[in-house]
């Protein structure tokens, strides 16, 4: 039996409108070639013929607007089997919406047909321009006619390397049309005029669509048929996932904690609250611990508060958030501020471990008052308040921190080393 691609015989469109055409011919194409529904991924976008999904049985993915081929792009270089077809429909819109995405696609070969719906408007949002409008039509919104030309994305997609591009007009049957791009490999791309029969005809009454096209000096042709380039992007062997594993470190220490704990540790930038955070962070894996870090500050890094959210956990982190942490470490004013509302809703639970020299909050907390920025200078606050939490807590030996301490770069000051043992070493 013949496969069904399309489960409906209502197709959503308006009366008339050029994207049923070009959904029933798809169809007709993919029966052509003998494709299965799982051997389709469609990819749409916003827009009126975005709203197609729901009729195929194939994969679909729906992306934002003009996105498509950017999501269309990761399909195919995530599953890279020349058996299966990739398809975008995008309008004229998500085309001027997205257009880096298809010259990227296009420069990089992606294997993929694009199937543009050009009705020379925005449909979906009540007809107006977009930027493939050609010189003279109107729009409910541009009532007078563009006034330049519209983009001629066959041309731009050829010109970035496409191995097969095509404008065809979208009257009658089309399908041997879409049936030659999608039997090609590599990134193809057509083309297809078209008329939007709510907004398009309401505005430029008793228009013709051939006419239209002859008297704009749209050409309707092949542009390019060549055999694809070597699928540049896909080449290497094996990408590693974000969350392959990267930092081995072995486990030397034994840690003390029953349960995850959460810290807030909140500073200035450009005082090493990041470098200690790690560090700290570090230490805690030295123990076996599960850990997470997270940084916070302003985009203009250089200025203002600098903070780490760290869990350091026995049992695997599966949320990295902590909107109460149970212990917060002040080391500066900016600090502070940023730390706030933290401190607000701290418990008696919640222990403060914060610098000598700023104001004390008021704070359910128990607190811990000490020189870090006197003692050790400012840049090194966040690193001895961590000592200094490590201290009070037994969470993991002092000699962990420490030894992971004496192998980054912050080690590199003799005086801070004999600072810190003196301080933090002795007392053990
Ligand atoms: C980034 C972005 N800009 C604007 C919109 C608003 N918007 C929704 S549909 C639409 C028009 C779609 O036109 P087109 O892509 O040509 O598809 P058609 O409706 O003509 O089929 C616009 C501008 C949006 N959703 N996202
Ligand atoms: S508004 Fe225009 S583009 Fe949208 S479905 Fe109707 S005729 Fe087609």
């Known amino acids: 039996m013949e496969t069904k691609f399309i489960n409906t015989n209502t197709l959503p ?13 798809t169809e007709k ?12 991924i469609l990819v749409t976008d916003i827009g009126c013929l975005g709203i197609i999904d729901k009729a195929f049985d194939t994969h679909t993915v729906h992306g934002l607007h003009g996105r498509s081929v950017a999501l269309a792009s990761g399909v195919s270089a995530g599953i890279n089997n020349p058996d299966k077809k990739v398809i975008v429909f995008i309008g004229d819109g998500g085309a001027t919406i997205g257009m880096q ?28 321009p977009s930027e493939f409008t050609p010189e003279g039509f109107r729009t409910p919104t541009l009532p007078d006619g563009a006034q330049h030309p519209g983009y001629d994305i066959c041309s731009l997609v050829t010109a970035a390397g496409a191995s097969y591009v095509s404008r065809i007009t979208g009257i009658g049957d089309i399908s041997d049309q879409l049936t030659e791009a999608f039997s090609r490999d590599g990134f193809s791309l ?53 969350f392959d594993p990267k930092l081995e470190i072995e486990k030397e220490f034994e840690h003390k904690l029953d349960n995850a704990v959460r810290i807030f540790l909140s500073g200035t930038a450009g005082e090493g609250v990041q470098s200690g955070a790690s560090l700290f962070v570090r230490a ?7 850990v997470t870090k997270k940084g916070s500050y302003p985009v203009t890094v250089g200025v203002g508060f600098s903070a780490a959210n760290l869990i350091l ?24 501020n940023f730390a706030k509302k933290f401190i607000d809703n701290a418990s008696e639970d919640t222990l403060l471990i914060i610098d000598s020299t700023l104001e004390m909050p008021e704070t359910k907390a128990k607190t811990v008052v000490h020189h870090f920025r006197e003692h050790f200078g400012g840049r090194n606050a966040s690193l001895t308040a961590l000592y200094e939490y490590v201290r009070q807590s037994g969470m993991i ?12 770069h912050m080690a590199k000051s003799e005086k801070l080393v004999k600072l810190i043992e003196e301080e933090f070493l002795g007392s053990e």
Request: glycine share 8%; proline share 5%.
């Open 190 to 242: 057509v083309e297809v005029m078209e008329i939007c029969t709510s907004y398009g005809v309401k505005s430029n009454p008793g228009m013709k669509l051939k006419a239209l096209i002859e008297e704009a000096g749209i050409e309707i042709k092949t542009y390019v048929d060549k055999k694809p380039e070597v699928y540049k992007t896909n080449e290497k062997e094996h990408t590693p996932s974000l």
């Open 313 to 336: 956990s026995p049992e695997n982190i599966l949320y990295t958030g902590a909107p109460e942490p149970d212990v917060i470490i002040i080391t500066s004013q900016d600090g502070l």
């Open 284 to 290: 805690g894996m030295r123990c076996g611990l599960e």
């Open 397 to 408: 030996p002092m000699d962990a921190l420490h030894k992971q301490f004496l192998a980054s």
């Open 29 to 40: 194409a993919l029966q052509k070639l003998g494709k299965s529904l799982l051997d389709v």
């Open 13 to 25: 469109f308006c009366r008339g409108c050029t994207h049923t055409t070009i959904s029933q011919n």
């Open 101 to 128: 995405h298809l010259i990227d696609a296009a420069h990089n070969g992606y294997n993929m047909t694009v199937v543009v719906h050009n009705n020379m408007l925005y449909g979906m949002t009540g007809g107006q």
